[in-house]
Structures are given as C-alpha cells and as structure tokens.
DNA sequence: TCATTAAGTATGC
DNA sequence: GCATACTTAATGA
C-alpha cells in the first residue's frame, strides 16, 4: 500500500489539533480504500470491525424495513467520520453505508478507537460533535415527516442535499452526487410518481432544473419558500 | 392530498 | 437492445 500524505488529515476537524508526527502515526495505521458508485462500505447488522473517514465522495446511510423498502437516514460528506459504531457501544453498524458517488475512505480496526479518544486531543470531541449533529438531523427529519405535506419535505430533502454537497454555478446550486427520483422518495416516504411530479413541476416554474440523477436548485429561495408550510 | 396502477418515453452502457 | 431512469394520466382511498 503507497505511504499516505499528510495533507489527507490536516485541517479536518477530528485531527486539527494534531501535530505532524501524531498525524502520520494515524496514517500509518490507516487502510485506504476506493468504492464504486453504489457499492456497500458496511452492512447493516454486521459486526463493526473498523471506524471509518470520508475523503472524497459521497455515502448515503441506508435502513431496510423488515417490508423490505429502504429509507434514506442521512448523507455523509468528505471529511466526516462514518461506522462510528465504537462511539455507540455497539459492536454492529446501525445502517448500511452506500457509495452515492465514487469514493474515497480511511478506515482503522475498532481496537485503535480507545487509543484515539484518549491520545488525540480533540478526536473525541469531535467524534461526539458529528454524533450530536446527526442525531439532531434525524430528529428534525422525523419531526418533518409527521408534520409536514410531501412537498415541504421533498423541497426540504433537496435543499439539505444543495446545502450539504451544493457547488455553485452559473445555472445554480448543483447537487454533487447522482440523485434519482427514487432516491429522494426514500428519503422523504414518498413515492418516486409523486418526486417525479413535484421536479416536473418545480421545473416549469424555474426552481430546479434537472436531468437524469442531476439536480441543480436554480432559485434556492423559491425552493426555501416551498419547504416551509406556510409558504 | 397522495398512493397506486399502468403505460408510455428517454437515456446510457 | 436492454435495463434503468423518468413522465404522465387515470383512479380511488
């Protein structure tokens, strides 16, 4: 495996605190790791064996119904911490973890984690920080879906993703990883017919303009507007 | 208001 | 040319 450099972790929030020599002892404990679009990182229910880091890509955290649909809990972005399971006190994965685009991962055998929150400052921390976070991304999804009409949560959906993963253009903010219309059924309860009809929609009224597993949220305002029931 | 069924078109390997 | 993505209309809970 070719040495890892330095300037993979340096500024990420779990390591910032670290000084050079702690950052390669990281690394080089580290096993990096390409994944396919659509491939499984972990399984859901499976013994959580490593912890993982994101360094390019993006993942959708995956939960099967015992009905057999999928619900889409989250997205993570590059940079975060993802199979945290040790941080949990649980030896399985709680979710599957899908790549949503071609990826990059750092992962460590679950023994290192007691070593990391307790030699470097500012892991456990921040491990606790993107828990905190997720947590109360979850709650405010679940609070959504009991609360509001499919179109709030739809409009609410994309621009999480917009804001999450958005860069912009000159057309507007595009989301960053292949996105179809199923997708976002699962992650609002949905069915695909109805996102289907509400991006038509949007479409025509100049809010997004979309392709084929591409989004780009071209009056991010409107869109604002329509995730809010008051409207 | 929204899911379901159904029947179609478009797109990309 | 086939599988997958997407669209649209009709129907009814």
Not at 75 to 86: C, D, E, K, T, V
Not at 132 to 153: C, F, H, K, S, Y
């Amino acid at each position: 495996m070719p040495r890892l450099d330095e300037s993979l972790l340096t500024g990420l929030p779990p390591f910032s605190r670290l000084g050079r020599d702690q950052i390669r002892e990281i690394l080089d404990q580290a096993a990096s790791r390409r994944y396919d679009e659509g491939t499984a990182i972990f399984e859901e229910g499976f013994e959580a064996d490593r912890f993982y880091l994101l360094l390019d890509g993006y993942l959708r955290v995956v939960r099967t119904t015992e009905g057999g649909e999928q619900i889409i809990v989250l997205h993570i972005s590059p940079g975060q911490l993802f199979g945290i399971a040790p941080a949990l006190q649980r030896n399985t994965y709680p979710a599957t973890a899908v790549a949503a685009a071609e990826s990059l991962a750092l992962s460590w055998p679950v023994g290192l984690w007691e070593r990391f929150t307790r030699e470097y400052e500012g892991f456990a921390t921040e491990s606790y920080r993107t828990l905190g976070q997720r947590l109360g991304q979850i709650q405010d999804t679940l609070t959504e879906m009991a609360t509001q009409a499919v179109e709030q949560r739809v409009a609410s959906a994309v621009l999480r993703m917009a804001n999450q993963s958005g860069r912009k253009t000159d057309e507007g903010i595009e989301i960053a990883f292949p996105v179809t219309r199923q997708n976002i059924s699962d992650m609002t309860g949905t069915t695909l017919h109805t996102v289907s009809r509400l991006l038509s929609r949007w479409e025509k009224d100049g809010v997004v303009r979309s392709t084929r597993k591409h989004i780009v949220v071209t009056d991010p305002h409107r869109l604002v507007l329509l995730s809010d029931p008051q409207g």
